[in-house]
């Protein structure tokens, strides 16, 4: 049967940790997949960070998915510069999933139209229109043809971001979309948009109660809600809250803090607050 580790423990009902990788290169994404035991998935951004959809996505999935069964899944946020609900996206979709991504992540969808469109890219048929064809992609997921097209449907995660107006106007209807396993809140984007700071490192206290609300709207639809944090300790939080898929960090800024806190020991002096960081 096609499983990972996020789908498992969405399944057991269980906070998921993952990591955003930001910079591209298979080293850095096998050194994040081999960091802690902890670790449920791994995020390649191909939006905002450096890792190239063509090549880099395939490439960085193939290095983590090298490790074998333990390793984190594998997500990937497409760049979706498009209207999505025209079916933009789908291209995008095909080929991070044909190269073995076991979820995708899609930003700025702000109505139930475009989140049909990401799903049905996203499904086989008769729940969607996405085409078989890869050689790749059974082979990164560890399992036969015929035993990811059985399962690949209900074990593939597709989720979208809310981080605009319409989407929160909207998220009900979005949320209604069969297919979708659930949202995943950008606190940036979702504190700009509304015309409020980005978090520092927390959100801003009415951001904060949309952030709630969106939680307590996906869980009542059935859905999964996941967040983006930059801490061990804010994760901890949101994971007492019932969030169920949550950022800790990022390699990024992982690897900038550690780098400060041991030259900051070095040097004999103690590392402030971090203040805004992604």
């Given at each position: 049967?096609?499983?990972?580790?996020?789908?498992?423990?969405?399944?057991?009902?269980?906070?998921?940790?993952?990591?955003?990788?930001?910079?591209?290169?298979?080293?850095?994404?096998?050194?994040?997949?081999?960091?802690?035991?902890?670790?449920?998935?791994?995020?390649?951004?191909?939006?905002?960070?450096?890792?190239?959809?063509?090549?880099?996505?395939?490439?960085?999935?193939?290095?983590?998915?090298?490790?074998?069964?333990?390793?984190p899944s594998t997500m990937v946020r497409i760049p979706a510069t498009?209207?999505?609900?025209?079916?933009?996206?789908?291209?995008?979709?095909?080929?991070?999933?044909?190269?073995?991504?076991?979820?995708?992540?899609?930003?700025?969808?702000?109505?139930?139209?475009?989140?049909?469109?990401?799903?049905?890219?996203?499904?086989?048929?008769?729940?969607?229109?996405?085409?078989?064809?890869?050689?790749?992609?059974?082979?990164?997921?560890?399992?036969?043809?015929?035993?990811?097209?059985?399962?690949?449907?209900?074990?593939?995660?597709?989720?979208?971001?809310?981080?605009?107006?319409?989407?929160?106007?909207?998220?009900?209807?979005?949320?209604?979309?069969?297919?979708?396993?659930?949202?995943?809140?950008?606190?940036?984007?979702?504190?700009?948009?509304?015309?409020?700071?980005?978090?520092?490192?927390?959100?801003?206290?009415?951001?904060?109660?949309?952030?709630?609300?969106?939680?307590?709207?996906?869980?009542?639809?059935?859905?999964?809600?996941?967040?983006?944090?930059?801490?061990?300790?804010?994760?901890?939080?949101?994971?007492?809250?019932?969030?169920?898929?949550?950022?800790?960090?990022?390699?990024?800024?992982?690897?900038?803090?550690?780098?400060?806190?041991?030259?900051?020991?070095?040097?004999?002096?103690?590392?402030?607050?971090?203040?805004?960081r992604y």
């Open positions: 049967m096609a499983t990972h580790r996020l789908l498992e423990a969405f399944r057991a009902s269980k906070p998921a940790f993952g990591a955003w990788i930001t910079l591209p290169g298979t080293f850095n994404a096998r050194v994040a997949a081999t960091a802690s035991p902890h670790l449920s998935w791994l995020l390649i951004d191909c939006e905002h960070g450096m890792t190239s959809l063509q090549p880099g996505a395939a490439e960085s999935i193939v290095a983590i998915s090298g490790l074998g069964k333990s390793a498009g209207a999505s609900a025209d079916g933009s996206a789908g291209w995008q979709i095909k080929y991070v999933l044909d190269a073995g991504a076991q979820g995708v992540l899609v930003p700025m969808i702000s109505t139930a139209a475009q989140a049909k469109s990401v799903v049905a890219a996203a499904r086989f048929p008769p729940k969607g229109i996405r085409g078989f064809g890869s050689p790749f992609t059974q082979t990164a997921w560890g399992v036969s043809v015929a035993d990811y097209l059985a399962t690949a449907n209900d074990g593939v995660v597709v989720m979208t971001q809310v981080e605009t107006v319409d989407a929160v106007k909207n998220l009900d209807e979005i949320l209604s979309v069969d297919g979708l396993d659930g949202v995943f809140i950008g606190p940036y984007d979702l504190s700009l948009a509304h015309g409020y700071p980005p978090p520092s490192p927390d959100p801003h206290p009415d951001v904060e109660v949309m952030i709630q609300d969106i939680l307590r709207r996906s869980h009542a639809k059935g859905k999964k809600c996941a967040i983006y944090c930059t801490s061990g300790s804010q994760s901890a939080k949101r994971a007492e809250e019932g969030f169920d898929m949550i950022n800790v960090t990022s390699d990024s800024g992982a690897m900038a803090q550690a780098l400060a806190q041991s030259l900051a020991v070095a040097a004999g002096e103690q590392v402030g607050p971090q203040g805004l």
